[in-house]
């Protein structure tokens, strides 16, 4: 999982970046799940709070914070 002080210190262009690669992998891991291979319960959780983590910050910047 990507602490938040690390995503603070990117840039908006590398936070998208950060954001596709987790959509990517979040894709992945549900299509692993779907073909019968069984990932860890707790990549798809920590998936979901970076995404969010990400999405956070990139409207903190939009928003001017």
Avoid at 3 to 20: A, G, M, N, P, V
Avoid at 35 to 61: C, D, H, Q, W, Y
Wanted: proline content about 3%.
């Amino acid at each position: 999982m990507i602490k938040l002080d690390e995503l603070r210190k990117k840039s908006q262009d590398e936070l998208q970046q950060t954001l596709e690669d987790l959509a990517k992998e979040r894709f992945n891991l549900r299509i692993k799940r779907g073909s019968g291979l069984n990932p860890k319960p707790n990549l798809f959780r920590e998936n979901k709070i970076t995404i969010a983590r990400v999405k956070t910050i990139l409207n903190e910047m939009k928003n001017g914070k």
